[in-house]
Nanobody, 123 residues
Framework: QVQLVESGGGLVQAGGSLRLSCAAS????????MGWFRQAPGKERVFVAA????????YYADSVQGRFTISRDTAKNTVYLQMNSLKPDDTAVYYC????????????????WGQGTQVTVSS
């Protein structure tokens, strides 16, 4: 059974940093695309960043480019999202997801999801 477990969320002041982790288990993710999405209250879930498990190619939403960094540790089966220069607009529940296939920014294309972790950025 595939499990994605996020951690690392919390409350931070604007300009601060957080690092989210996503521990993946239950299968081999070598052909997977690992993504981070976020959902603010009353809004749709949107793409934040993604990384290919094998080659480590990365993709970012324009809104986080240059501030967020996605990475993975294949030995630990863990994906990270380093978030710097946080803004109040970054406040959301952040979800880790896995997709068997090519790059995609659409939540419906992802096969597995974590339970989410809350990130709150105060002004």
């Amino acid at each position: 059974q595939v499990q994605l477990v996020e951690s690392g969320g919390g409350l931070v002041q604007a300009g601060g940093s957080l690092r989210l982790s996503c521990a993946a288990s239950g299968r081999t993710f070598s052909s997977y695309l690992m993504g981070w999405f976020r959902q603010a209250p009353g809004k749709e879930r949107v793409f934040v960043a993604a990384i290919t498990w094998n080659g480590g190619s990365t993709y970012y939403a324009d809104s986080v480019q240059g501030r967020f960094t996605i990475s993975r540790d294949t030995a630990k089966n863990t994906v990270y999202l380093q978030m710097n220069s946080l803004k109040p607009d970054d406040t959301a529940v952040y979800y880790c997801a896995a997709r068997y296939g090519a790059r995609s920014i659409h939540p419906a294309d992802y096969d597995y999801w974590g339970q989410g972790t809350q990130v709150t950025v105060s002004s």
